[in-house]
């Protein structure tokens, strides 16, 4: 019955590594993290909508420069008139059908000469508008470069604790063995057979939630790049091991990096530049508009009633006329329109500056606490390193007692069971340390797929 069990166990293991061999090894293709972060920036909606919003604010600025040219418009009408008409005919009044056409063509031109500069201040807006457009889009990438990394470093995560899990199993499985061998050589009693057993079938079900968790990151991942997550997988690359290197020494380079470069901040800055802009185009309803204009036209009449009107274009040319006129409007009284608009856009102003500020305060907290937090990471990765050469020496000690029978199985599961938190400790400590690292490398504008 041990015998069967044992056998059992062996197809279980063998079929879990068979299954983890076929998810590993057999998609055709595998995404490395530069493929997954450019396909993102490529396909992701928001990315597409930004994209959009800037070819908005293109058009946005040829209207804006079009306003300073003048306007020309032209109209064409003709017009038919039925009805009957009282004539002389000798000395008689005769009533005829009376029958007209009138065509009419006329031409005008219109051009804004002087608005209070508003014009002027629309096209900047206009062109300010579109950088801002560019610097979110660029701010958006790189938040989704950042998640894309985190996402990524998840997967290789969750792989490496199910290869742990997986060498775990491993290691009953032949423990397993071994206590078989001992207790049928009289060594140990019959009891620690089922305790390996028990080992063994709890490291089975390890390795299952692993390889749950690693489908899961995988999924995650997929999900973020918005492509479908059968066949899905990833290249697995070694984050080689962390060290003290690529860690900053110092905050303040960071900040004064982030401060000049960071695409929050320059946003902050362009929305008080457009603040300014509303406001000086509220102030241009105080002052005078001055407009031209310039019109043509001309007609052609004809009537049934007499054949002595001229020919089409002889009336044409014979009746046109040209007009010329200059507007000047001078506000006097707008109704506190203009001078709340004024006051509202100052107004604005100065919530722009509180915003950047803002902005400045959140960037300053924000990489303070990814640089306090990738120092921690650091220190509990060192920790975590030495408590694993601990537990790995105080577990091989227990093994050569346990092999010669002076440990019972339950202190030997135990010594395991420590040296499995170690190992999942390291590797938590590791992921976690070169993620901090990667928040102060985006914040330092570096590489995030280096």
């Not at 993290?33 to 908005?56: G, H, K, P, R």
């Not at 629309?122 to 610097?135: G, M, R, V």
């Not at 423990?175 to 061998?181: D, F, G, K």
């Not at 190992?423 to 490398?441: C, P, Q, R």
Request: proline fraction near 2%; glycine fraction near 4%; charged fraction near 20%.
């Amino acid at each position: 019955m041990i015998n069967s069990k044992s056998e059992r166990m062996k197809q279980n293991l063998l079929l879990t590594l068979l299954l983890f061999s076929i998810l590993s090894f057999s998609q055709q293709k595998k995404w490395s993290l530069q493929e997954c972060v450019n396909y993102a920036l490529d396909n992701n909606i928001t990315v597409s909508q930004s994209e959009n919003n800037i070819l908005l604010n293109e058009q946005d600025v040829i209207g804006a420069r079009g306003q300073f040219l003048p306007s020309l418009n032209a109209n064409l009408g003709h017009s038919l008139g039925i009805g009957t008409q009282r004539i002389d005919i000798g000395n008689t009044q005769v009533v005829v059908d009376r029958t007209t056409n009138v065509t009419n063509l006329g031409l005008g031109v219109n051009q804004t000469i002087f608005n209070g500069f508003r014009l002027t201040n629309l096209y900047k807006q206009s062109q300010l508008n579109l950088e801002t457009s560019k610097l979110e889009l660029e701010r958006i990438k790189d938040d989704i470069s950042l998640n894309v990394v985190n996402a990524y470093l998840n997967v290789l995560f969750n792989k490496e604790r199910l290869e742990t899990a997986i060498a775990q199993l491993e290691f009953s499985n032949k423990q397993l063995e071994q206590v078989q061998e001992l207790v049928d050589a009289g060594v140990q009693p019959q009891v620690n057979i089922y305790d390996a057993e028990a080992t063994l079938s709890l490291d089975e079900q390890n390795v299952t939630i692993a390889e749950n968790n690693f489908n899961l990151a995988l999924l995650s991942l997929s999900q973020l790049l918005q492509l479908p997550y059968e066949g899905f997988d990833v290249d697995i690359i070694d984050v080689g091991t962390p060290s003290e290197a690529l860690l900053y020494n110092d905050i303040s380079p960071i900040l004064d990096y982030a401060f000049q470069n960071r695409n929050e901040i320059k946003v902050a800055q362009k929305n008080i530049e457009n603040a300014e802009l509303r406001t000086e185009i509220s102030k241009s309803g105080f002052l005078p508009t001055v407009n031209f204009n310039y019109g043509f036209g001309t007609n052609a009449f004809f009537t049934n009633i007499t054949d002595l009107e001229d020919s089409f274009f002889n009336q044409f040319d014979d009746q046109k006329s040209h007009s010329f006129s200059l507007n000047v409007g001078i506000p006097i009284f707008s109704r506190f329109q203009n001078k709340t608009a004024v006051a509202k856009s100052r107004i604005q102003e100065e919530n722009s500056k509180l915003n950047l500020a803002q902005a400045k305060l959140d960037l300053e907290s924000n990489i303070q606490r990814a640089f306090t937090d990738a120092q921690a990471a650091l220190k509990g990765y060192e920790a975590a390193k030495k408590s694993l050469a601990s537990q790995e020496l105080a577990f091989n000690n227990t093994k050569e007692r346990f092999d010669i029978g002076n440990m019972a199985s339950f202190e030997l599961e135990q010594a395991r069971v420590r040296l499995i938190n170690a190992e999942s400790s390291l590797i938590n400590a590791k992921y976690d340390f070169v993620f901090k690292t990667k928040v102060l490398d985006f914040y330092m504008g570096k590489p995030l797929t280096n």
